[in-house]
């Protein structure tokens, strides 16, 4: 079993920063790309941004300049820094991760979310 944890989110001020963490923990042989989408009330789930093992980076237009995404390899860890932070990016952030399991099964595996809100 595999599952991701994520931490971090809260109020914030607009102009504010925050840093999401999201941990992978289970019978894992080794994880791929690792990503952060985000869902804000009565809107779809997007992209924000995700890295591959590589640390290659790919972000929405939205939040290029603002938002930086890393991992720590040998943590299982995905971070995502956000400065600038104004209202609109209010939503619940959901960590993401293609994970290679010790039973050689390939899993799309969500984190429960985090929410983060900011106030203007």
């Known amino acids: 079993q595999v599952q991701l944890v994520e931490s971090g989110g809260g109020l914030v001020q607009a102009g504010g920063s925050l840093r999401l963490s999201c941990t992978a923990s289970g019978s894992i042989f080794s994880i791929n790309a690792m990503g952060w989408y985000r869902q804000a009330p009565g809107k779809q789930r997007e992209l924000v941004a995700t890295?591959?093992?590589?640390?290659?980076?790919n972000y929405a237009d939205s939040v290029k300049g603002r938002f930086t995404i890393s991992r720590d390899n040998a943590k299982n860890t995905v971070y995502l820094q956000m400065n600038s932070l104004k209202p609109d990016d209010t939503a619940v952030y959901f960590c993401n991760a293609d994970i290679l399991a010790t039973t050689r099964a390939y899993l799309a595996v969500w984190g429960q979310g985090t929410l983060v809100t900011v106030s203007s």
């Open positions: 890295i591959t093992s590589g640390r290659s980076t």
